[in-house]
């Protein structure tokens, strides 16, 4: 099990940038993937980004796709939501979540640990 914290949400104008990191406990942080994901109020908590083990592959939801990046230090047991030029409509809590195996993956049910989530507010 892979206890999870994320840090480095707030409040920030359209079109600005958000660094979020999401800092894990556990040895096999190094051996497995990562994502995040999203709910905002009323709404599916959906798909964000991904990475794999290594770093060395990840993959974006259509939405953030060209404005988010995901990288991971594993050196640190940590992983980054880089977010740039935010919209309204990325506002959302932003949940950081470990894969239960090494290979990255869209879907919620790959992941078996969840951050207690952090709050991303994007005002116009």
């Known amino acids: 099990q892979v206890q999870l914290v994320e840090s480095g949400g707030g409040l920030v104008q359209a079109g600005g940038s958000l660094r979020l990191s999401c800092a894990a406990s556990?040895?096999?942080?190094?051996?497995?993937?990562m994502g995040w994901f999203r709910q905002a109020p009323g709404k599916e908590r959906e798909f964000v980004a991904t990475?794999?083990?290594?770093?060395?592959?990840?993959g974006y939801a259509d939405s953030v796709k060209g404005r988010f990046t995901i990288s991971r230090d594993n050196a640190k047991n940590t992983v980054f939501l880089q977010m740039n030029s935010l919209k309204p409509e990325d506002t959302a809590v932003y949940y950081c979540?470990?894969?239960?195996?090494?290979?990255?993956?869209?879907?919620?049910?790959?992941?078996?640990?969840w951050g207690q989530g952090t709050q991303v507010t994007v005002s116009s």
């Open positions: 556990g040895r096999t942080f190094s051996s497995v993937a």
């Open positions: 979540a470990a894969a239960r195996g090494p290979y990255y993956s869209d879907s919620r049910s790959a992941f078996g640990s």
């Open positions: 990475i794999n083990w290594s770093g060395s592959y990840a």
